[in-house]
């Protein structure tokens, strides 16, 4: 069975300095994997992901994320936090097997930028 | 573009009703669809999937009959709760995702539905 760890209920970082939204996952096989961010009331917004290929992954908003296959991690950052980043952040893996493959999602943290 | 429209964004209705919410995918084909439920804590659980022209598949706990799905083309998915009542007051999320390998899935902007 496939999972993803958030540990972080909330991260609070001022506004200016780097963020790290952690992830963890476990997954048979080689891992897909996703973050998303959700605003107030609305749906996901895909943010990035890693299929292959080289480990830092730049993505939407100036955010990026390091694959850490020794780690299983996945940690989201940005160098340069803005209070506009301030939401629910969810990170998601699915293996990469042939065929269908349901996504995991983690169950989100809250990033709070403080002005 | 992989833009997703889900409609109404909220719903208020008195207990017994049925509630259809539509999911659309706007600018893609949408081989497969989700339908989610999202919890006061924040966490998604997956309720069905639903590919074009055949069954959704639900996930263990989800009643079929409660919750009707209908994936008939490759842009539209229906959720209708039937005989709603309170408990199922929550926010139901679709998402849309193309056939391609590796592809995230395209959110909606959720339905907020609260039965009286």
């Known amino acids: 069975a496939q999972s993803v760890a958030q540990p972080e209920d909330q991260v609070n970082v001022a506004e200016g300095n780097p963020l790290t939204v952690k992830c963890t996952y476990s997954v048979s096989g080689n891992p897909y994997l996703f973050w998303y961010v959700q605003y107030p009331n609305r749906g996901l917004q895909f943010l990035l992901k890693y299929i292959t290929g080289d480990n830092l992954v730049k993505g939407s908003y100036g955010f990026e994320a390091e694959f850490n296959k020794s780690q299983t991690s996945f940690h989201l950052k940005k160098p340069s936090a803005l209070v506009s980043d301030s939401a629910l952040y969810f990170c998601?893996?699915?293996?990469?097997?042939?065929?269908?493959?349901?996504?995991?999602f983690g169950i989100g943290t809250k990033l709070q930028v403080i002005p | 573009g992989a833009v997703v429209s889900q409609h109404p964004s909220r719903v208020i209705c008195k207990s017994g009703t049925s509630v259809k919410i539509e999911c659309r995918s706007l600018d893609f084909q949408a081989t497969t669809m989700f339908w989610y439920r999202q919890f006061p804590k924040k966490s998604l659980m997956l309720m069905a999937t639903s590919n074009e022209g055949s069954k959704a598949t639900y996930e263990q706990g989800v009643e079929k009959d409660k919750f009707l799905i209908n994936h008939a083309s490759l842009t539209l998915s229906t959720l209708t709760v039937t005989s709603a009542h309170p408990e199922d007051s929550s926010f139901y999320i679709c998402s849309a995702q193309t056939g391609m390998d590796g592809q995230p899935q395209h959110f909606g902007d959720g339905t907020r539905l609260s039965i009286l």
């Open positions: 998601a893996v699915r293996g990469s097997y042939g065929g269908y493959q349901k996504v995991t």
